[in-house]
C-alpha cells in the first residue's frame, strides 16, 4: 500500500517511512571425484541411467550437493554410477543436444535422469518457492526444499503429478516411480529396451518432448501452476501452534490472508519501533498510527494518521473500503520546522482502488496514480504562499506468495507483496511484508537515496509493537 509518484505529491503507505525515504530521508561406473570436502556427512553409491528414449551415452554425469560437487560419466546404453554425499537435496545432471537435464536426489540408491525427471525437477522447485531455473547452489541450499524431499510421501505426490499431467496430455502411463524406476535405454535408434523406455518412445512420438527432447513448456508451465497451490507450507518453520499456520490451512492462496479489515476501522491504532539498514548504516525509528472518521472532499471517508520520531511531519490518508478492495481518495501531509510550516493537500482524480489484498498467487494488479497537490507554505508572521501541481505514475504490484520471514520480533508467515512505480523519475521497486492474519508491516526493501548521488537498498525490519494497545505478536 505504498504510492510515490514525487516528493511533493502524494504518497501513500500504512508506513510513512516510505514517504520520508523517497524524499530523502532517513550401468557404466565412471570414475567419481569429490571436488569439495564431505566434512562430517557420509557417502552413498547412487546408479541410474540418463536417457530420452534413446540412451544419453558417454555424458557428464554431476551431483552438486550443499558440501560438494561430484562427477562421473555415463556409458553407451546411459547407464551410470556415482558416489555422492549423503546430503538431500543434490541436483543431479547432464547435458543432452545442448540443453541440462536434470533430477534431484531425494535419498536411496537409485535415480534416472530424463525429460520426465526434468518436468519434476521444476515442479519440486516450485513448490519449494524456487524459480524452476534456479542455479544449483541455491537449490541445495534451500531449506524449503530439504524439508520437502525428505518426505517420502512429498515426492510420491510430486511424481503422481507429472504423472496425471502426461497422461491427460499424451496417453501415457509413466507410472509413478520414474525417477528411481530400472530404467534401460537402446544406444542407438533401437527398438525400446524395457517398459520405461517406451514410454520416453510413446511421449515423444505423442509430441510430448520438443525436438531437442526437452519438456514442452507448456507442461512445465502447468506443473508449476499447480505447484503454487501448495506454496504455503513447506518448509516454513514456525511453531506447531502458530495462528499464522492455522490462518492458511485449508484456505486458497490469496493475499487476502494477510488483510485484517480492523487496520481499517475507527478506532484502530497502532504503535511500532522498526530496525533499518543500509549498507553500512543502521539504526531505527518508531511510528504512530492511528484510524478515524472524517469528511474528505465532502466524502465520508477514514482517515489513515500516521507520524514517526525522524521530524515533524504528519501524514493523513484518506480512504474508503469495500470488503479487500481499498479506494484511495487523497493524502494530507504537513511538517513545522523552523518557525515554517508546509501543507500538502493532494487529491486524487479518479480515485485509486487498490486490490493489495485480493489476488491469487502471482496475479498483478495494473493501476494508474494522477492527481493534483496544493502545497501552502507560511512563515510565522507572515502570509502563506500557495502553489499547485500535477503528478502521474503507474504501478505494477504483484502477490508474489507466502514466505517464512523473521525478524527482531520474531518468526511470522507472510505475504510477499512486490510493487513496480514508473514515473518520470524513473522506476521503483519496492518489497513488502504483511504479516498473515494481522496485517502488520514485518518487513520492507526499498530503494533510497544513499546520500552519496546513488541509490542503493535499504531495509526496515519490525522491533516490536502494539495494536489497539495490545502487544504484537
Known amino acids: 500500500m505504498t504510492y510515490k509518484i514525487n516528493c511533493t505529491a502524494p504518497v501513500a503507505s500504512t508506513l510513512l517511512l516510505l514517504m520520508l525515504s523517497a524524499c530523502g530521508g532517513g550401468g557404466g561406473a565412471g570414475s567419481a571425484s569429490n571436488n569439495a570436502a564431505v566434512g562430517t556427512l557420509g557417502t552413498v553409491t547412487v546408479s541410474g541411467t540418463a536417457a530420452t528414449g534413446k540412451a544419453i551415452s558417454n555424458a557428464p554425469i554431476q551431483a552438486i550437493c550443499s558440501n560438494g560437487t561430484f562427477n562421473s560419466q555415463s556409458n553407451a546404453t546411459g547407464a551410470f554410477t556415482i558416489a555422492l554425499s549423503d546430503a538431500t537435496p543434490c541436483v543431479i545432471n547432464t547435458t543432452f543436444n545442448g540443453h541440462a537435464l536434470r533430477a534431484l536426489y531425494t535419498g ?238 493532494t487529491v486524487y482524480s479518479p480515485a485509486v482502488l487498490e486490490k493489495d489484498f485480493d489476488l491469487n498467487l502471482g496475479e498483478s494488479q495494473n493501476r494508474v496514480l494522477s492527481g493534483r497537490t496544493l502545497t501552502s507554505t507560511r512563515i510565522a508572521g507572515g502570509a502563506p504562499t500557495q502553489s499547485s501541481l500535477s503528478a502521474y505514475s503507474t504501478e505494477k504490484v504483484t502477490f508474489t506468495g507466502l514466505e517464512a520471514v523473521s525478524t527482531p520480533a520474531g518468526q511470522f508467515l507472510a505475504c510477499r507483496i512486490d510493487q513496480e512505480a514508473q514515473s518520470s523519475a524513473g522506476t521503483e521497486t519496492t518489497s513488502s511484508w504483511y504479516g498473515v492474519g494481522s496485517g502488520a508491516l514485518l518487513k520492507e526493501s526499498y530503494p533510497l537515496d544513499n546520500g552519496n548521488g546513488g541509490i542503493t537498498e535499504a531495509h526496515i525490519s519490525l522491533v516490536n509493537a502494539s495494536i489497539n494497545g495490545q502487544a504484537f505478536p
Open 108 to 345: 536411496g540408491n537409485a535415480i534416472n535422469i530424463t525429460p520426465l525427471t526434468e518436468l519434476l525437477t521444476r515442479y519440486l522447485l516450485a513448490r519449494s518457492g524456487l524459480g524452476i531455473n534456479a542455479p544449483a547452489d541455491q537449490v541445495v541450499a534451500s531449506a524449503t526444499l530439504a524439508a520437502l524431499v525428505s518426505n517420502p510421501s512429498e515426492i510420491e505426490e510430486a511424481e503422481k503429478t507429472v504423472q496425471a499431467r502426461i497422461l491427460k496430455q499424451y496417453g501415457v502411463d509413466i507410472g509413478p516411480t520414474f525417477l528411481t524406476e530400472p530404467l534401460v535405454a537402446p544406444a542407438s535408434n533401437k527398438d525400446p529396451q524395457n517398459d520405461a523406455d517406451k514410454a520416453l518412445d510413446s511421449i515423444s512420438a505423442a509430441g510430448g518432448f520438443n525436438a531437442d527432447q526437452s519438456p514442452k513448456t507448456t507442461d512445465s508451465d502447468n506443473l508449476v501452476s499447480q505447484a503454487s497451490s501448495f506454496y504455503r507450507l513447506t518448509g516454513i518453520a514456525l511453531p506447531a501452534n502458530s495462528t499464522a499456520l492455522h490462518a492458511v490451512e485449508g484456505k486458497p492462496i490469496s493475499s487476502a490472508l494477510c488483510f485484517n479489515p480492523g487496520m481499517f476501522n475507527a478506532g484502530y491504532t497502532f504503535n511500532g519501533t522498526y530496525a533499518f539498514e543500509q549498507g553500512t548504516t543502521k539504526g531505527g525509528f518508531t511510528t504512530t498510527q492511528s484510524v478515524q472518521a472524517v469528511t474528505f472532499e465532502g466524502q465520508a471517508a477514514m482517515a489513515l494518521t500516521t507520524s514517526t520520531n525522524l521530524n515533524a511531519l504528519v501524514d493523513s490518508l484518506y480512504f474508503t473500503t469495500s470488503g479487500t478492495d481499498i479506494q484511495f481518495l487523497g493524502e494530507l501531509a504537513s511538517t513545522t520546522a523552523q518557525g515554517k510550516t508546509v501543507e500538502e493537500k
